[in-house]
């Protein structure tokens, strides 16, 4: 790795960091923008002047918002994510189990996706222009119109209800057997690969033809090389870089999606915590979800733009 590539990645890796600072300021200020007093809230509608004052001095809620928020970050930073308003529980103790399903959730529909979407795309830029690359097109465009609720209601109906063969629900499924783990996680990945393979479909055909009308590749297919070869020995690394980029955008899309998900098929996930907790005006535990979605966004983007780096051949 040379010095020019390695400062490229010290540089990402920095506008990394201040982005995440920017975000965690406004996720802190957005969410005391939120309506309604938390320690009203917590107390009820019945609760003394002077008890709610008392509450609010203990949460620290009455100390001006800067400093509430460098206390707030902190914490944060050293791995206190404070109490829960409603419960009165560590955020941490609330969270800590729903992380790992929606982990496991998201690679379950990463490791579905990926394959899918790159086997449509190297195929429909094979044959672009054909009937082939025209069915191609027309699915992925159909389904990425359709909205998220409108498929697993769809998919509820039919897999659930019509045809039976899998839950409409992903609670209480036993998950050590092969047929638990499809029962819980079949719906739930169907509908969120449905979207995240049509982007990724798309942009990996956008990609791979990008390269294909390089004069590289045109010198290989004079020289009679097989197409498959022209594509997958030639074409499709120099590509690498801008189909990482797309399906870092794409499987991004799996933290604003899952929460719709997660609320349809009642997944116990780290989304559907968040819902409650938007709900209860439950300020540590919004605060914590939402930063920790954007935090996985910006690793999906640091990684593809290292990713970019890396394989990008003027730079090597």
Known sequence: MNGLI??????????????????????FFMSSLLPGDAA???????????TVAALRAQLGLDQPALLRFFTWLGNFVTGNFGISYAGGLPVSDIVAPRIPNSL???AAATATSVPIALFLGIVSAMYRGSRLDRVIGIGTM?????????????????????LRWMSALSLGADLSTVAGFFKAYGLPVLVLCCVVVAQMARMT???????????????????????????????????????????????????????IVETIFSYPGLASTLVD???????????????????????????????????NPRLR
Do not use: W
């Open 205 to 259: 055909r956008a990609a791979l033809i990008n390269q294909l009308d390089a004069a590289y590749v045109e010198m290989t297919v004079i020289k009679g090389l097989k197409p498959t070869r022209v594509v997958l020995r030639h074409a499709l690394p120099n590509a690498i870089g801008p189909i990482v980029n797309a399906m870092a955008l794409s499987l991004s899309y799996l933290l604003g999606g899952v929460i």
């Open 277 to 311: 907790a938007v709900s209860n005006r439950d300020l540590p535990v919004v605060q914590f979800c939402v930063l920790f979605f954007s935090a996985c966004y910006l690793l999906l983007l640091l990684i593809a733009d290292i990713v970019t780096i890396i394989f």
């Open 6 to 27: 390695l400062r490229l990645i010290l540089r990402r890796i920095g506008i990394g960091l201040i982005t995440l600072f920017i975000v965690c300021a406004l996720v």
């Open 104 to 106: 496991m959730l998201a």
């Open 142 to 162: 159909s389904v990425v119109a359709v909205p998220e609720f409108l498929v697993a209601t769809l998919a509820v109906l039919l897999f659930a209800v019509k």
């Open 40 to 50: 009203q809230m917590a107390l009820g509608q019945a609760a003394t002047a002077e």
